[in-house]
């Protein structure tokens, strides 16, 4: 409804301003400024509506509410916003300015001075470019950016939205917090992307048994119940592992759960290493731990360990009775 009433004003503006264009001489008295920029507001009034029709109405209209997936529409919606804008200055600078490079070269001094002033505005909008350009992030991707680890859910041409995750919360678990961070920190800090190319992660969980157990049959039950749990986890991961060895020179990787052993003063570490996807770890996590202690308890050779004490003597110790 809003668009259609716009475009209704825009119809009746640009007649006006034609009927005004034809009348000049004769209401010449009636308008203070010269008949060119008369000329000029009638051209950018037929050029800036023109340009919203194709922008606003058709593609968004036609093209954009017909896709279904919500990451491509919102992708291709901040795409045509930017060209939007950037066919508004075109429009602008074409009809006001004769010589655009006399004009260029004249605020030349006063753009650098302005640059410096704002280097940081200038340096987040490089940023951006370089987001949208190289793909280092997109919105829906798991990041990790100035110690702030979230999910990206907004893409500006300035700054980053972030849905953070952990904070005070333990697992990989929203806060609520919403992070807004400058494009900028892409060009001076460390971004860790943990969906760019593949979804893929590993994890690792410690598990100490005590010496007296017998660690062989620890071994095999904890080994064949991650197995059992990854089993469709390492089938996805090594699929999309081979893809991204096409993309980036790196050696074939072992996605296959495996236990490492080590020995320590109190008791024997059990490092249990497996893949998982990025948005389940704490669920494989819970899974395995459940499954693994319901293993042990059904076993009496197999028992957790835990940071204790042992007393092997007292002193001798001497009572006086008073008389």
Request: proline share 3%; charged share 20%.
């Amino acid at each position: 409804m809003k668009k259609i009433l716009a475009i209704i004003l825009w119809i009746i503006g640009v007649i006006l301003l034609w009927l005004a264009t034809l009348l000049y001489p004769s209401i010449s008295l009636l308008i203070p400024f010269p008949e060119i920029y008369l000329m000029n507001t009638f051209y950018t009034v037929l050029a800036l509506g023109i340009i919203y029709i194709i922008f606003k109405v058709i593609i968004e209209e036609a093209i954009i509410k017909r896709i279904k997936e919500t990451k491509t529409k919102y992708s291709f919606k901040k795409v045509v916003s930017i060209l939007y804008i950037f066919a508004f200055l075109i429009v602008l600078t074409t009809i006001w300015i004769e010589q655009p490079e006399t004009l260029f070269v004249a605020y030349g001094v006063v753009g650098a001075g302005i640059a410096i002033s704002l280097q940081d505005l200038f340096k987040s909008l490089a940023g951006g470019i370089i987001i949208y350009v190289n793909r280092i992030y997109s919105v829906g991707d798991r990041i990790e950016i100035k110690s702030t680890v979230g999910d990206v859910i907004d893409v500006h041409i300035l700054y980053t939205t972030i849905l953070e995750i952990q904070g005070w919360v333990g697992g990989d678990q929203p806060t609520g917090r919403l992070a807004v961070i400058p494009n900028s920190y892409v060009l001076t800090d460390t971004v860790y992307n943990f969906t760019k190319d593949h979804n893929f992660i590993w994890d690792e969980m410690m598990l100490p048994i005590t010496y007296d157990s017998d660690w062989k049959e620890a071994y095999d039950k904890i080994l064949s119940i991650c197995k059992e749990v990854t089993i469709n986890t390492v089938k996805e991961a090594e699929n999309e592992i081979a893809q991204l060895e096409e993309l980036y020179y790196m050696g074939k990787r072992n996605v296959e759960p495996n236990i490492f052993l080590k020995l320590t003063d109190n008791w024997l570490s059990f490092n249990i290493r497996y893949v998982t996807e990025v948005r389940k770890r704490r669920i494989l996590r819970h899974t395995l731990s459940k499954k693994i202690l319901e293993e042990i308890q059904k076993s009496e050779n197999i028992k957790i360990a835990s940071a204790t004490i042992d007393i092997v003597g007292f002193p001798e110790v001497q009572l006086e009775q008073k008389s």
